[in-house]
């Protein structure tokens, strides 16, 4: 179980460090994810997850506080939302005419975040999306088949927790060669509710998980059941393996 933690720990990155990530010309394919509590579990629980992803950038205030307590390397909230980095992410796509594809949410929800997006980014050129559920090989054979016909410089994949990571390195080991690839959780949701999700005020005081919270009851289940496990798992391992 140490091993797993450290490993896990090593790979947290910085907001700079992102933007250097967005920033670096490289052939190699990069998948970037972003973890809370809930998701950390889930790369415990999949150790084999932890290898295939490049970068982890940790999202929400508890798991950043915890990481800065018990590692030398100190990080910042990085979050694929537009209370973070998402804004960051577009803006470079749009300016670097970039060919994004958006994959994951229910398609009446992928639909709505990308009419709200494109009210943001009247340039911006998603040549691929779909909805996150598929039920079967074939539906997985045909949207790599598609994806391999275009030429995309980034994918997105919302699909939550730990499909949407499964999903990233299928599309890897696929043969797929997107140089950026990143996971967003519940972004698409989120966007198509409102082009920019949080309330100021609640970006402000750092009240993102009331917010979700009070409109989502998966986000409810999660901070009531998971959140205080992971909370003691987390503490007890970092104080004995210290």
């Known amino acids: 179980m140490k091993t797993i933690y450290k490993k896990i720990d090593d790979k947290f990155n910085t907001k700079k460090e992102f933007t250097q990530l967005l920033e670096t010309e490289s052939s190699d394919i990069k ?15 999949n150790p084999n997850l932890v290898d295939e992803f490049d970068v982890f950038f940790a999202d929400g205030a508890l798991l950043v506080k915890l990481h800065n307590i018990f590692n030398s390397k100190k990080i910042d909230r990085v979050s694929f939302d537009f209370s973070s980095i998402a804004k960051d992410v577009l803006d470079f796509a749009n300016t670097k005419s970039m060919n994004i594809a958006f994959i994951g949410a229910k398609q009446d929800e992928l639909n709505g975040a990308i009419k709200n997006i494109k009210t943001m980014y009247s340039n911006i050129n998603i040549v691929y999306h779909r909805n996150g559920y598929f039920n079967s090989e074939e539906d997985y054979e045909i ?5 391999s016909s275009l030429t995309v410089d980034m994918l997105v994949i919302g699909m939550g927790s730990p499909y949407q990571e499964k999903f990233a390195v ?4 696929a043969g797929l060669k997107i140089p950026l690839i990143f996971t967003c959780g519940g972004f698409f949701t ?4 409102k082009a920019d999700y949080y309330h100021p005020l609640v970006k402000k005081f750092g009240l993102r998980w009331l917010q979700r919270a009070i409109m989502h009851k998966h986000v409810r289940n999660r901070l009531l059941k998971d959140y205080p496990s992971f909370l003691i798992k987390y503490i007890y391992n970092h104080i004995i393996y210290k």
Do not use: A, G, M
């Open 190 to 193: 989120q966007t198509s509710i």
């Open 31 to 45: 998948l970037v994810t972003f973890l809370n509590p809930f998701s950390y579990t889930v790369y415990l629980e």
């Open 170 to 173: 299928r599309v890897k080991n």
């Open 143 to 147: 949207c790599f088949d598609e994806l």
